[in-house]
């Protein structure tokens, strides 16, 4: 089973622990040209197959995603013996000053200290301005990750116009209007680190076939079968 590295902003990491987030978007690299209507792929490329999961670099249905996130390390420890670490998206402590600890980006954190995992269950290729309303609610739109601000009305987005903002709030300005394609990725979330997670699968007993009840018919032998 292959596992690889994702990282997401503060709100998003809030709508995953608050269950409000399955799906997340991810532009396709490198673009197609459009011609006649039709995606022709650079030479050389990966091109999306079918559904498109077989060249996602993010994984397939069934592969894992561990979350990278902005963290600090709790106390003064550095080594991942005894390692513990804290949570920007938390908003409830500040990193300790021992050692110059500071919160550092996510993309500097390491395997030993994420706290989710996504199991992938569906992969597809689309443009990013075909998202549904029902898939925009997946997405986590919630108001407060609409702007920087933080401004928060308690209401969800249940359209497109407001997966719209979000997108352009993390992908910048015009990032919406330019329809780019995007990998579409669906995923449960499992509150676990991706090794414990992987300890678990490795470790599940095989469950043996079920045994007919006793009483109950099994397929029928044509050898032994009464004539009509």
């Known amino acids: 089973m292959t ?5 997401f902003s503060g709100p998003m990491i809030r709508a995953l622990l608050e269950g409000r987030k399955t799906q997340t978007r991810r532009v396709v ?21 079918g559904r498109g999961f077989e060249d996602c670099p993010y994984g397939q249905p ?17 080594t991942t013996r005894d390692a513990k670490a804290i949570y920007r998206a ?18 500097f954190m390491p395997r030993w200290a994420s ?24 997405e986590g739109c919630f108001t407060e990750c609409m702007t920087p601000t933080g401004d928060d009305n308690g209401r969800a987005i ?22 780019p394609w995007v990998w579409a990725l669906t995923f449960d979330v499992i509150p676990h680190n991706v090794d414990s997670v992987l300890f678990e699968l490795a470790n599940a007993p095989i469950e043996a076939p079920a045994s ?6 099994t397929a029928a032998d044509p050898s032994k079968t009464c004539a009509a």
């Open 62 to 78: 069934g592969g894992l995603l561990w979350v990278r996130e902005a963290w600090a390390h709790a106390g003064f420890c550095e």
């Open 115 to 138: 706290r989710l995992t996504l199991r992938i269950t569906d992969v597809r290729v689309q443009r990013l301005t075909d998202i549904s309303e029902a898939d925009a609610v997946a």
């Open 212 to 217: 007919p009840a006793a009483g109950s018919r």
């Open 3 to 7: 596992d690889r590295p994702i990282l």
């Open 158 to 179: 249940h359209n497109p116009g407001g997966f719209a903002a979000l997108w352009e709030w993390i992908n910048g300005p015009g990032s919406w209007s330019a329809n």
């Open 29 to 49: 690299k490198p673009q197609p040209i459009m011609r006649d209507g039709e995606p022709v792929w650079p030479s050389g490329a990966k091109r999306p197959r």
């Open 90 to 107: 938390d908003g409830e402590r500040q990193p300790g000053s021992c050692c110059g600890c500071a919160w550092k980006p996510s993309i």
